[in-house]
């Protein structure tokens, strides 16, 4: 009886400490995790506009912001990076007895990109898989999608423009389907065209994730290009 009675003390003991634990571990993740977001940089490095043409004549418009990613593999022939993009879009199908109806999509894209010479040229290619939602029941003549959720693929082939290469065309096949997780699935096509416009802008003084951003790197170098040819210009003509 004195065993279980001295047992049944210290087990008692151990609890009240792992109370009064909990609300100090939970205010530590808290602090950590209030101090992290003050540290991320949210935000975005471009925006986009796109236009669809779909299957049994569904046509699909949005616009997007994007994020870079920080790091890069070079290869052979491209530098591997990617971008996280945030959408809205606009869906319009045939509609019962005529006409037409409407749909809101809000996706959700990472997308990795193969930058073709290493970065060099101004051509790319790209393949996302990310996730969707509809804010009603996608249901028409010729669709009937079994849930709200669905994943939203691209293939995509681009090339940037621009003094700082900051602007891009891409052309992508675009592609909204749950895979068969719930039925009727029978998915629904697009093909996009795409524009793209990012910003140069100076790192941010503290940076948590991202550091630096590519396009402002790209930016700078630009820049740094551009102010050393100003410089031989000016050198050119003071010799004159």
Not at 1 to 17: F, G, P
Not at 53 to 71: F, H, K, S, Y
Request: charged share 20%; proline share 4%; aromatic share 10%.
């Amino acid at each position: 009886m004195a065993e279980a009675a001295a047992q049944a003390t210290t087990t008692k003991k151990s609890v009240m400490k792992q109370k009064k634990l909990v609300p100090l571990v939970a205010g530590a993740l808290l602090a950590a995790a209030g101090g992290s977001a003050a540290a991320l940089d949210l935000k975005p490095d471009g925006i986009a506009v796109h236009g669809s043409i779909g299957t049994n004549t569904a046509r699909m418009a949005g616009v997007g912001l994007i994020w870079d990613w920080e790091w890069e593999v070079l290869r052979r022939k491209a530098a591997i990076t990617g971008q996280t993009e945030w959408m809205i879009n606009r869906w319009q199908a045939d509609d019962f007895g005529g006409g037409h109806q409407g749909f809101t999509q809000v996706v959700l894209l990472p997308t990795v990109r193969f930058e073709l010479s290493q970065g060099r040229s101004p051509w790319f290619a790209e393949l996302g898989v990310g996730v969707s939602y509809l804010d009603r029941h996608y249901l028409t003549p010729h669709r009937d999608f079994g849930s709200r959720w669905n994943f939203y693929d691209v293939i995509g082939v681009g090339h940037t423009f621009g003094a700082q290469r900051t602007h891009e065309l891409t052309l992508r096949w675009v592609h909204v389907s749950n895979l068969g997780i719930r039925e009727p699935n029978p998915g629904q096509d697009f093909v996009q065209v795409r524009y793209a416009r990012r910003f140069c802008r100076a790192p941010p003084a503290r940076a948590f994730l991202r550091p630096w951003s590519r396009t402002s790197d790209r930016c700078q170098a630009a820049s740094l290009q551009t102010g050393i040819t100003r410089t031989r210009r000016r050198a050119g003509r003071s010799q004159h």
